[in-house]
């Protein structure tokens, strides 16, 4: 099999969280791509926060139905047995603990657990959308990010220095360099990429990190 | 006998209107909800319709500043939208811009507060009590409540003067109803304002949308206005995606022909 890196690397390790028949929300980007890395067997269903259970491929353009969207309202389809439901419904399955798992990207994540994604102040204004109900209700929320910012500074933080979007609510962080779980004790270094060392991944990420005897490979 | 009288009734309140009595319910400085998605499944024609008529100082409450093309989006690019209560404006940079110039003044909500704020208001209820913002700047202002253990946000209702709905179908009597994604918001913000207006791409006899079929009873529904123009165009943002998609497959063609 080809060895992933970077962000198929990132994608393939998210995919394996998920269990078959899980149902599942991904941020757009690289969130998204884990669809193209489901381990053999296992098959979500993907929602959409317009209103959709079962999101299925990118339809080619003439095949689109001008009816059927994604939350980005990007061209979208429906696999077989999916459904569609209005907008406050769609918050229901999320708020309401229906979700087993959510993958979303970020701006800076930190050892507690919090994460900040929806704004610079003065910068970077968009909007949460939907983010702040997903950290809220969501039970597992895998975070998929770059290790570092463009700059090269770190985006795993002692502190999240941003406006939060959630609080205590992030349960994994994969990057290209290697898989956290965040433990009430801070991160837990589980898994390496190849090429890179514990040193490596110390020397670019500002959170305390517990290194363990044992840390397996990410693949 | 009951039963035949009101059959008759509801047959002569035919709810369909022209596009200049719809607009002769909108007025500068009402508070307005769009129902739609980044712009797609909008009201376009009566959007298109306020702009033309000049109304302005409009509250906004809408999921998203749509696109600068598409849907409330025109209007915020006509400077006619004064405030806007939303969950998110990437894709509408003009309303960014004006944000940050103090000419639009946007409150932001979480998308399931804001659908659930929205459904308050038309469901009677003061307010809703959410998990979601808290611990984060969401807070701010806000009563929070410990239930069971777990803490919540008071967040409160949204209710508006008109309610723009656009529809796939209604029947003459207002049951309107909704083909796939596209009742997104729009089923939501039909309860929660004092009249509500929806423009549909099809207009049926009383009779032909099946008791299953309809998403939103007549009773909820004022105006029933039937688009003039193409019923499900592309959006714009569709239509330049294709546009660019065709033209790198082109270059690809022409490329490969060397």
């Known amino acids: ?219 | 006998m009951n039963y035949y009288i009101r059959k008759v009734v509801i047959q002569l309140l035919s709810k369909v209107v022209t596009k200049e009595e719809a607009l002769s319910k909108i007025h500068d400085g009402q508070t307005i909800m769009f129902g739609d998605w980044h712009g797609e499944f909008a009201a376009d024609e009566i959007i298109d319709g306020m702009i033309e008529k000049g109304v302005k100082d409009i509250a906004a409450i809408a999921v998203s500043a749509g696109m600068p093309d598409q849907g409330v989006g025109k209007l915020i690019v006509e400077k006619r939208i004064k405030s806007l209560i939303t969950t998110h404006i990437g894709l509408n940079p003009v309303a960014g811009e004006q944000m940050l110039a103090g000419e639009l003044e946007i409150e932001f909500s979480p998308q399931g507060t804001w659908a659930e704020r929205v459904r308050c208001g038309g469901a009677g209820l003061g307010g809703c009590l959410t998990p979601t913002g808290v611990g984060t700047e969401m807070e701010k202002g806000k009563q929070k409540l410990m239930i069971n253990g777990k803490e919540y946000l008071l967040e409160l209702p949204l209710h508006a003067d008109i309610a723009l709905v656009k529809a796939t179908k209604a029947d003459t009597a207002g049951n309107i109803s909704f083909r796939m994604n596209s009742r997104a918001t729009n089923s939501t913000i039909a309860y929660a304002a004092d009249f509500v207006i929806v423009e549909v791409e099809d207009v049926v006899e009383v009779g032909e949308l099946g008791p299953e079929e309809i998403d939103v009873p007549a009773p909820i529904i004022d105006m029933i206005y039937v688009k003039t123009g193409e019923k499900k165009p592309l959006c714009p943002m569709w239509q330049r995606a294709k546009a660019k998609a065709e033209a790198k497959a082109k270059a690809k063609a022409e490329g490969g022909k060397k």
């Not at chain 1, 994604?117 to 809220?136: E, Q, S, Y």
């Open chain 1, 1 to 219: 099999m080809e060895r992933l890196t970077g962000r198929a690397l990132i994608a393939s390790r998210c995919a394996k969280f998920f269990k078959n028949g899980d149902f599942v929300n991904l941020g757009i980007g690289v969130p998204l791509m884990c669809v193209n890395y489901l381990p053999e067997g296992v098959d979500i269903w993907l929602e959409a926060e317009i209103g959709t259970v079962g999101s299925g491929a990118v339809p080619k353009w003439e095949n689109v139905d001008v009816d059927v969207i994604d939350a980005g309202g990007q061209p979208a389809s429906i696999i077989k047995g999916g459904s569609v439901y209005d907008h406050e419904t769609s918050f229901a399955f999320i708020r309401g603990g229906h979700i087993d798992a959510a993958v979303l990207g970020t701006l800076q994540v930190d050892e507690e657990g919090n994460i900040a994604n929806w704004t610079i102040p003065g910068k970077f204004v968009p909007g949460m959308g939907g983010a702040m109900d997903l950290c809220a209700g969501v039970k597992k929320i895998i975070v998929a990010t770059d290790h570092c910012e463009k700059s090269g500074k770190s985006k795993i933080l002692k502190k999240c220095t941003l406006p939060l979007t959630g609080a205590n609510c992030v349960t994994d962080i994969v990057t290209e360099k290697c898989y956290f779980e965040v433990t009430s004790n801070g991160l837990l270094l589980k898994e390496l990429a190849k090429d890179y060392t514990v040193e490596d991944v110390l020397a670019c990420t500002e959170a305390d990190v517990i290194v363990p005897d044992k840390i397996g490979v990410m693949e």
